[in-house]
């Protein structure tokens, strides 16, 4: 049975996607275009961070058992993790901001729902790794502490927070109406709850895999940062902005980890 604190874990990511979302109805206007940039860098600051931190490292930890070859299934696990997106990236038609092709296959879906699949698509591997993160938890692995759990929950509570509002104020630019604009920006952040759910109900039949897991986890973050948050945050003139809050993300996400968990 899942305990409240663990029930609480899962829901700061879905919070932090709903209070973003939430300012359009605080804000009248798009959000500037550096802006958008230095909240996409520092996103993506705090998903490296957090991959490496928070799921790389536990991960060689708890192969520890294998001596010189304790990096092999964080390896293995990382590499399963980045192929995982790829596949999803080819058949989930999604459309990133500031572009007008779509990416996946042919579909007759409109702007607004590709931009929120392509949301939910990098929500996917957030939500798996607080998932796996309190399952290992929740199984003893000694490797993972509560606190850890919940800072990595933090963690991506954080970097949810601007992409709410990265998909809800452009909505409302659009002509969307408030409500439905909150909406669509909180619904592309479900997907991480239920994945953690899912996880933690498989706990029985993860925890022999969870080195594998964490880095799975950690190789489909990095594959979005590298294939979506770094272009977006680099595109165009003075991107210096992106660096930066991409630099603040990752610190900041690299200081909660090591003082709290």
Same mark, same amino acid.
């Given at each position: 049975?899942? $305990?409240?604190?663990?029930?609480?874990?899962?829901?700061?990511?879905?919070?932090?996607?709903?209070?973003?979302?939430?300012?359009?109805?605080?804000?009248?206007?798009?959000?500037?275009?550096?802006?958008?940039?230095? #909240?996409?860098?520092?996103?993506? +600051?705090?998903?490296?961070?957090?991959?490496?931190?928070?799921?790389?490292?536990?991960?060689?930890?708890?192969?520890?058992?294998?001596?010189?070859?304790?990096?092999?299934?964080?390896?293995?696990?990382?590499?399963?993790?980045?192929?995982?997106?790829?596949?999803?990236?080819?058949?989930?038609?999604?459309?990133?901001?500031?572009?007008?092709?779509?990416?996946?296959?042919?579909?007759?879906?409109?702007?607004?729902?590709?931009?929120?699949?392509?949301?939910? #698509?990098?929500?996917?591997?957030?939500?798996?790794?607080?998932?796996?993160?309190?399952?290992?938890?929740?199984?003893?692995?000694?490797?993972?502490?509560?606190?850890?759990?919940?800072?990595?929950?933090?963690?991506?509570?954080?970097?949810?927070?601007?992409?709410?509002?990265?998909?809800?104020?452009?909505?409302? !630019?659009?002509?969307? $109406?408030?409500?439905?604009?909150?909406?669509?920006?909180?619904?592309?952040?479900?997907?991480?709850?239920?994945?953690?759910?899912?996880?933690?109900?498989?706990?029985?039949?993860?925890?022999?895999?969870?080195?594998?897991?964490?880095?799975?986890?950690?190789?489909?973050?990095?594959?979005?940062?590298?294939?979506?948050?770094?272009?977006?945050?680099?595109?165009?003139?003075?991107?210096?902005?992106?660096?930066?809050?991409? !630099?603040? +993300?990752?610190?900041?996400?690299?200081?909660?980890?090591?003082?709290?968990?």
């Amino acid at each position: 049975m899942i $305990s409240m604190e663990v029930a609480q874990g899962l829901l700061i990511p879905f919070a932090g996607t709903s209070l973003g979302a939430a300012c359009v109805y605080l804000m009248r206007q798009e959000l500037n275009e550096q802006v958008q940039k230095g #909240l996409t860098g520092f996103a993506a +600051g705090v998903m490296v961070a957090a991959s490496v931190w928070s799921l790389l490292i536990p991960a060689m930890e708890a192969a520890s058992g294998m001596g010189k070859l304790a990096f092999l299934p964080a390896v293995i696990g990382f590499w399963l993790g980045t192929l995982f997106l790829l596949l999803l990236d080819h058949v989930i038609p999604h459309l990133h901001m500031n572009e007008e092709t779509a990416e996946g296959p042919a579909s007759s879906f409109s702007k607004t729902t590709m931009l929120v699949l392509a949301v939910t #698509l990098h929500n996917i591997p957030e939500g798996m790794a607080v998932g796996v993160v309190f399952a290992g938890w929740m199984a003893g692995n000694v490797d993972i502490t509560m606190a850890g759990a919940f800072v990595l929950s933090l963690g991506i509570a954080i970097q949810n927070f601007p992409e709410g509002a990265i998909i809800s104020m452009p909505l409302r !630019s659009a002509g969307f $109406s408030r409500h439905k604009a909150f909406v669509a920006g909180m619904l592309s952040g479900v997907v991480e709850p239920l994945g953690g759910l899912l996880t933690i109900v498989a706990t029985a039949y993860i925890v022999p895999f969870m080195p594998y897991l964490l880095a799975f986890a950690a190789g489909a973050m990095l594959y979005v940062v590298v294939e979506e948050l770094i272009p977006e945050m680099s595109a165009g003139r003075h991107s210096n902005v992106g660096v930066l809050c991409f !630099s603040v +993300g990752f610190t900041l996400m690299m200081a909660l980890d090591v003082t709290l968990g």
